[in-house]
Nanobody, 123 residues
Framework: VQLQASGGGSVQVGGSLRLSCKVS????????IGWFRQAPGRERQYLSY????????AYHASLMGRFAIRRDDAENTVSLQMNNLGPDDTAVYYC?????????????????WGRGTLVTVSS
């Protein structure tokens, strides 16, 4: 399974961005796609996941409804819509694929990772 994240960039406080994760390879093995982020000097943080084929989705409580994850099976992509961004959202954002397990909020559950995409939020 290969993943490619895109859509990062610079945005002002209060702005929005939509990240996309293109999934290829043995997509039929994927049970969930997760989004994580890592700010400088910080641990990689879980943000959200969506299961396949079920569309069960979940979010880190701290996001307070600002982010929305969606899956497009026709395009084999998973997007993360991010709204009302603030300086604390500045980080490298990663998507990851899990082919096993149940605890999709844990980094260790994921088998495959894409290269990150940088999001910078400035005032």
């Amino acid at each position: 399974v290969q993943l490619q994240a895109s859509g990062g960039g610079s945005v002002q406080v209060g702005g929005s961005l939509r990240l996309s994760c293109k999934v290829s390879g043995r997509t039929e093995d994927v049970k969930a796609i997760g989004w994580f982020r890592q700010a400088p000097g910080r641990e990689r943080q879980y943000l959200s996941y969506i299961q396949s084929p079920l569309n069960n989705e979940a979010y880190h409580a701290s996001l307070m409804g600002r982010f929305a994850i969606r899956r497009d099976d026709a395009e084999n992509t998973v997007s993360l819509q991010m709204n009302n961004l603030g300086p604390d959202d500045t980080a490298v954002y990663y998507c990851a694929a899990a082919t096993r397990g149940f605890y999709y909020n844990l980094r260790s559950t994921y088998d495959y990772w894409g290269r990150g995409t940088l999001v910078t939020v400035s005032s």
